[in-house]
């Protein structure tokens, strides 16, 4: 009697070592999945830039501090513009008189006290002083700096009562309302990616977890690394901060239409 039990214990053994092996492979076959669908991201910001002065001035208004808000169209350096003021007004005084002097070279001609050349000469006359006073009016424009679109501070480059030169680099801003992520993915996964894949962002520095969805997929691969970079919309952008770092993770859902 001891050997058909000894013989069946041998077989549930067996049976359970096989059941066994199937669930790790079912586990290792998750693990795997797991890690073949998650990627790196990093938030970037639609609108970031540097602005520089496009004058030789003396800094006179600073009105913002790294951090501030600003709406668009709204004053974020003003320059010392006396002098380009000044230019401005002797150039418009300029300009009127040779208005007067067209307007006079024109009467003459009609009284037939002077030739048509008189009139030409006078016409170019104010013309040439027309396209010097939209200049002048240009560099007085130009002693604002006003904000391009909604954003914040980042950095400020310069402080009052500076004298700055020109195309020196005196604030960086940024919308940090309008972000996206880019996630860098292997090329391998292009039989899968399309636009308006979802996924799932992972924040590094907060642990939160946003919603977005592919927006579009770079059209070059890296001959390299053998990846590519593809730009995710937010669905809840608030909270996040350019330059913030997480993990992507594509939905199975999405993935498994590889086939």
């Known amino acids: 009697m001891s050997k058909p039990i ?38 970037k910001a639609l609108d970031r830039a540097v602005l520089s002065g496009e004058l030789a001035a003396r800094v006179t208004q600073l009105p913002k501090r790294p951090g501030d808000s600003f709406r668009q169209g709204e004053l974020l350096l003003g320059l010392d513009c006396s002098l380009y003021q000044a230019q401005a007004d002797k150039v418009a005084a300029e300009s009127k008189a040779a208005r007067f002097k067209l307007d006079n070279a024109k009467q003459l001609n009609e009284l037939r006290s002077i030739g048509s050349l008189d009139v030409a000469l006078a016409q170019s006359e104010y013309a040439q002083a027309q396209a010097e006073l939209r200049i002048a009016r240009l ?4 002693c604002q700096i006003k904000a391009p679109y909604d954003g914040r501070v980042v950095a400020v480059l310069v402080n009052r009562h500076e004298n700055i030169r020109q195309q020196q680099e005196v604030l960086e801003i940024v919308a940090d309302q309008r972000l996206e992520a880019e996630v860098v993915v292997p090329a391998t996964w292009l039989g899968w990616l399309k ?36 730009r995710a919309r937010l669905t809840q952008p608030s909270g996040l901060m350019p330059g913030m770092s997480a993990s992507a993770y594509f939905t199975p859902a999405g993935a498994g239409e590889q086939s």
Do not use: M
Not at 11 to 23: C, D, F, I, R
Not at 200 to 217: Q, Y
């Open 195 to 230: 636009p308006e894949l979802p996924l799932t962002l992972r924040i590094d520095e907060t642990g939160a977890s946003v919603e977005a969805a592919v927006v579009a997929i770079s059209p070059a691969i890296d001959p390299v690394s053998q990846t590519l970079q593809l």
């Open 6 to 43: 000894r013989c069946k214990e041998l077989l549930l053994a067996a049976l359970a070592l096989t059941a066994w092996s199937g669930h790790a492979d079912e586990y290792r076959a998750e693990a795997f999945q797991g890690e073949e669908y998650k990627a790196r991201a990093v938030i």
């Open 139 to 142: 560099n007085t424009e130009r």
